[in-house]
T-cell receptor, first 115, second 116 residues
Framework: AQKITQTQPGMFVQEKEAVTLDCTYD???????LFWYKQPSSGEMIFLIY??????QNATEGRYSLNFQKARKSANLVISASQLGDSAMYFC????????????FGAGTTVTVRA | GAVVSQHPSWVICKSGTSVKIECRSL??????MFWYRQFPKQSLMLMAT?????????EQGVEKDKFLINHASLTLSTLTVTSAHPEDSSFYIC????????????FGPGTRLLVL
């Protein structure tokens, strides 16, 4: 079974608007971590934001915020005030367990920001 | 600045040759590093966990004799693609976990391998 599901293959967003990228996950481990990465066409993986399973508040990092709904097992990324430089592939990933740092990735969502 | 470096950034080789890719952690020591592979327009797939001082742990379906991993020091892991074939052409990328309290996993810039 897929551990991370990203159902939006591609999205278009107007510059300066907000966009929400969906991510649902599946795990039976009570301790896990959720990550979002941005991959521009150059290929580098840029860390955006992290949410731990025991974190009480939703994570925020500048224009990025994570809408963590534990009961629904969803961890959607919200990008506010989109910029042209936000055009890229975005991956949701999960780490399971306290001592295992390897990540499982979703299929990714391509975001294209229009001027 | 970069936290993880990879070398080379891209390589073209003939079928049957071996290619070595280096991954270096620049800012901190890493007893564990990870190697991923990414085909065009696809997601990252974990290949193996590189462990300093012990053997690498390979994911199911990854041939350990074909993808040799050596964690030579606390800052260096190498991936050698032995007897490369065109189907091994891919984007190889390593990562280093930074650990708690602010849990982050840093990725190298990746290596594009083209086997002719």
């Amino acid at each position: 079974a897929q551990k991370i599901t990203q159902t939006q293959p591609g999205m278009f967003v107007q510059e300066k608007e907000a966009v929400t990228l969906d991510c649902t996950y599946d795990t039976s481990d009570p301790s896990y971590g959720l990550f979002w990465y941005k991959q521009p066409s150059s290929g580098e993986m840029i860390f955006l934001i992290y949410q731990g399973s025991y974190d009480q508040q939703n994570a925020t990092e500048g224009r990025y915020s994570l809408n963590f709904q534990k009961a629904r097992k969803s961890a959607n990324l919200v990008i506010s005030a989109s910029q042209l430089g936000d055009s890229a592939m975005y991956f949701c990933a999960m780490r399971e367990g306290r001592n295992d740092y390897k990540l499982s990735f979703g299929a990714g969502t391509t975001v294209t920001v229009r001027a | 600045g970069a936290v993880v470096s990879q070398h080379p950034s891209w390589v073209i080789c003939k079928s049957g040759t071996s290619v070595k890719i280096e991954c270096r952690s620049l800012d901190f020591q890493a007893t564990t590093m990870f190697w991923y592979r990414q085909f065009p327009k696809q997601s990252l797939m974990l290949m193996a966990t590189s462990n300093e001082g012990s053997k690498a742990t390979y994911e199911q379906g990854v041939e350990k004799d074909k993808f040799l991993i050596n964690h030579a020091s606390l800052t260096l892991s190498t991936l050698t693609v032995t007897s490369a074939h065109p189907e091994d052409s891919s984007f190889y990328i390593c990562s280093v976990p930074s650990g708690r309290p602010r849990e982050t996993q840093y990725f190298g810039p990746g290596t594009r391998l083209l086997v002719l």
